[in-house]
């Protein structure tokens, strides 16, 4: 190989590893931005949501009103804390497969034989020690 072809597969490598990082930040950005703001606007539904049962309960005819009240605000918190988790497994499994895929980008996919990728540990693969902490 003469040393124009080296330098242009460099070149070549260095462009797509360059855009799939590149493209990874925007898509995973997006993907944050779109969590963060689901995220807020739940806070902002509880706050309101508080802010309604906190002015109902103080007039109340009864604790047992009260109370009620209270309860409907407490399962309302129930919900957005459970949409708040099903949100960050959902999330956590994209951001997993956006770096899977930058990764398989920048480094190799699959192989052409399709049994192996660059992530899969081979038996050529030297095995990892671990060292005690102590």
């Not at 990082?21 to 539904?45: G, I, K, S, V, Y």
């Not at 906190?54 to 129930?78: E, F, H, K, R």
């Not at 049994?115 to 540990?121: H, L």
Request: proline share 4%; hydrophobic share 40%.
């Amino acid at each position: 190989m003469t040393i124009d072809r080296q330098s242009e597969h460099v070149r070549d490598g260095l462009r797509r590893q360059s855009e799939a990082f590149w493209d990874f930040q925007d898509r995973l950005l997006d993907h944050m931005e779109r969590m963060n703001h689901t995220w807020f606007r739940r806070r902002h539904e509880g706050t309101h949501a508080a802010l309604k049962a906190a002015c109902s309960m103080w007039t109340s005819a009864t604790p047992a009103d009260a109370m009620q009240v209270y309860l409907g605000w407490a399962n309302g918190s129930i919900e957005r804390l459970t949409r708040d988790a099903l949100d960050v497994q959902m999330h956590g499994n994209i951001f997993a497969n956006l770096i899977l895929g930058a990764t398989h980008q920048v480094m190799g996919g699959p192989s052409e034989a399709g049994q192996a990728d660059i992530m899969t540990p081979t038996e050529a693969d030297p095995p990892v020690t671990l060292r005690n902490a102590a």
